[in-house]
């Protein structure tokens, strides 16, 4: 069974899919490190009532990226991580994590990728007034949103959903999409 990290710096609902899927035994998997760069995310709580260990980090105390990265790394090798999901991670990988861990760490976002990338997806789409959105998980390079697509997920917009809604509508999909990718890249 592979084992697997989370990382990510907010709210942590994309991380309760992934730890719900795997405790369903729907996702076979085991979750053993979240690693986090905001001190007071709501994901460290969250994570350690389930008993899973975190590392969270401040970029602050580190004089460069491949400072702390190289501390994440021994993390996730003390914690034998095999594969990394990125959920609502806001900052990019430097090389030395994408090569301690090539092909092996993916993304979510909530948009049809290439389209709509970086900050506030979600209100750049509304903003262009699309009437067709959805969801990414690709494989991560050094670019931000980049790298290869896994999967998408589509869902058509009702004129009448308020940007709450419409957020809604994301997260949803973004639960059932990310366990349900996880599951065909990381089980053997
Ligand atoms: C999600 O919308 C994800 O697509 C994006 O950041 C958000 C994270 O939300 N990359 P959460 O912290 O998992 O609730």
Request: charge should be negative; charged fraction near 25%.
């Amino acid at each position: 069974m592979k084992n697997l990290a989370v990382f990510a710096s907010g709210t942590g609902t994309n991380f309760e899919a992934i730890a719900d899927a795997i405790e369903a035994g729907q996702l076979k998997a085991k979750l053993t490190l979240v690693v986090v760069d905001k001190q007071n995310a709501p994901v460290i709580e969250k994570a350690r009532q389930r008993g899973i260990d975190v590392f969270a980090f401040n970029p602050k105390d580190y004089s460069s990226k491949p400072d702390y990265e190289r501390e994440i790394i021994a993390q996730c090798q003390a914690h034998h991580v095999d594969f990394i999901a990125l959920a609502g991670y806001m900052r990019l990988l430097s090389p030395l994590m994408l090569e301690a861990y090539d092909q092996r760490i993916v993304n979510i976002h909530p948009s049809l990728l290439p389209a709509f990338k970086g900050k506030d997806a979600i209100g750049q789409a509304i903003d262009y007034g699309v009437k067709v959105m959805g969801v990414t998980i690709h494989y991560v390079d050094a670019s931000m949103d980049g790298g290869r697509i896994i999967a998408q997920r589509v869902f058509a917009v009702q004129p009448q959903w308020s940007k709450e809604e419409i957020e809604a509508q994301v997260h949803a999909i973004e639960h059932v999409l990310y366990p349900e990718t996880l599951k065909m890249l990381v089980e053997e």
